[in-house]
């Protein structure tokens, strides 16, 4: 077995890859090829018709097909395989949808559906959904596919094909229209991690990517180089000059006062010095998190935990790099999971959740990174380098960033498109490389500006870790 290179301690400047500009959306025939896609999975499946269901919690697959987010309400796309796909939206959205290239151009069509609307506001002058549906051919002889963010295995629910997580009205009406049996759960068309569409990111896709990676990754640079002892958690948060770009979670942050709720964010608490500190910055398509100590040096924690770099922390880069290294296409998932429990094992770890997943304009799409996983890594797959260590001596430590997994046809197509994203994803993965020592191969793009560092001390964060020569 290939010998783990051992970590070590530098000190350095953070490097600057620049910050680029937001990418202009992607043209409506970018949108149509979508679509086209889409109709081409559901031939595969025997589907007549795609029910494509969002809200604000649940916007992406409607988003990647349209370009177009609910805002307060629900929406429906229906598509047919015939004629341009049908947009159902409520009071408030109807004026928000020329944010989608499609609809602009006249190949989307649209109607309001007042039920869609907050509870109260007008909803008389729209037909029932029932006659909608059946407007588009849904009958007895349709066979829907139904996509909401979620598929079931039979072994988590029984008859997985026919779960289905879309608000039951609407189900029970299709239902009505075209028997229970013929409609099914195809969610996996977009969202399953070995096939689903949103696991093959175009250029526009990683362009859009590497921007919101930027801006998570300088705010969470600006936020550790900002931290002070004494500091209240709402002014360490505000570090992030957030830019009104939509969130892709709600962003966290751990201190001694709340760290036994993993998801919570401010609560006015002081940061101090031998405090634990754990926080994430996340848009559409990135989500940048760092967990460690607000400390100078180990002597500042409890004598149980000056190890903390030797063997907790120091460990973890090091099996990061291995994490790394096997990640090429054709490599199947089980092999970073195995990777993580034989060198990171739980019971000093405590890494529970997936040693990886998929990332889009939702922060978790799907994950191939599991035990026994024979899905593969293949290329154009946006992934979480989010493997998550947690130990009650020890706290946490975290690398999590964004990379993208690309050949070199999506290499080339994305360097003559957008070759100052593409010359910026070179620049870090040389640093990885040529400064941390990290094994990266050359199908990973990283698309964080802070790629791998990690300060183990977060008050002297000009220390970051590396890897023996």
């Known amino acids: 077995m290939k010998m783990r ?7 350095i400047e953070w490097p600057e ?19 086209e896609l889409a109709k081409t999975e559901m031939e595969k499946l025997g589907l007549t018709h795609l029910v494509v269901y969002g809200d604000r919690e649940h916007f992406a697959n409607l988003a990647y097909l349209t370009g177009f987010d609910p805002r307060f309400e629900e929406a429906v796309l229906i598509i ?10 409520g009071n408030e959205c109807a004026g928000y949808l020329n944010v989608s290239p499609l609809y602009t151009e006249g190949r989307l069509r649209s109607e309001t559906f007042q039920p869609f609307s907050l509870l109260n506001m007008p909803r008389g002058n729209s037909r029932l959904i029932k006659d909608i549906f059946a407007g588009e051919g849904i009958n007895e002889k349709a066979i829907i596919g139904c996509v909401g963010w979620k598929y ?7 008859d997985g094909a026919h779960a289905i997580d879309v608000p039951a009205y609407l189900v029970d009406t299709l239902r009505q229209l075209a028997s229970r049996e013929n409609v099914v759960n195809a969610t996996g068309i977009f969202n399953n991690p ?5 696991t093959f990111c175009s250029i526009f896709d990683i362009a859009y990517f590497e921007y919101t ?6 705010g969470m640079k600006r936020m550790l180089f900002g931290l002070r002892e004494g500091m209240v958690d709402y002014e360490f948060a505000k570090l992030m000059e957030y830019n009104g770009i939509p969130l892709g979670c709600h962003p966290t942050l751990i201190t001694a006062q709340n760290k036994d709720r993993s998801l919570s964010g401010p609560i006015g608490a002081v940061i101090r010095r031998g405090d634990p500190l754990a926080a994430n910055v996340c848009y559409w398509g990135s989500n940048i998190a760092r967990a460690g100590w607000v400390i100078s040096s180990s002597k500042d924690l409890l004598p149980t935990a000056q190890d903390y770099v030797e063997n907790f922390a120091g460990v973890y880069f090091e099996v ?3 994490w790394f290294s096997i990640m090429k296409i054709g490599t199947p998932g089980d092999k970073f999971d195995q990777l993580i429990k034989e060198n990171l094992p739980y019971d000093r770890f405590g890494i529970f959740f997936n040693p990886g997943h998929l990332i889009h304009l939702d922060e978790w799409l799907s994950s191939p990174i599991y035990p026994g996983s024979k899905d593969r890594i293949h290329s154009g797959m946006a992934i979480q380098v989010d493997v998550i260590p947690s130990s ?7 690398m999590e960033d964004g990379i993208v997994i690309a050949d070199d046809d999506l290499r080339r197509h994305l360097r003559e498109r957008f070759p100052e994203c593409y010359s910026r994803c070179q620049m870090r993965r040389d640093f990885m490389s040529r400064v941390l020592g990290f094994e990266v191969p050359e199908q990973v793009l990283p698309l964080s500006n802070i790629p791998a560092i990690v300060p183990p001390f977060f008050l002297r964060p000009n220390t970051i870790f590396a890897l023996e020569p």
Not at 20 to 30: F, K, N, R, S
Not at 83 to 89: M, Q, T, Y
């Open 152 to 158: 079931f295995a039979d072994s988590e629910q029984p």
């Open 213 to 218: 990676n930027i801006l998570a990754s300088e």
């Open 80 to 89: 047919g395989l015939q004629s341009h796909p049908l947009i159902l939206v």
């Open 5 to 11: 290179r051992k970590h070590r301690l530098i000190e």
């Open 320 to 322: 990061m790099n291995s």
């Open 17 to 35: 890859f620049g910050h680029g500009v937001p990418p202009l959306q992607p043209a409506a025939d970018e949108f149509a090829s979508r679509i």
């Open 194 to 198: 070995d096939h689903g569409l949103r």
């Open 392 to 398: 009650p001596v020890y706290f946490s430590t975290r």
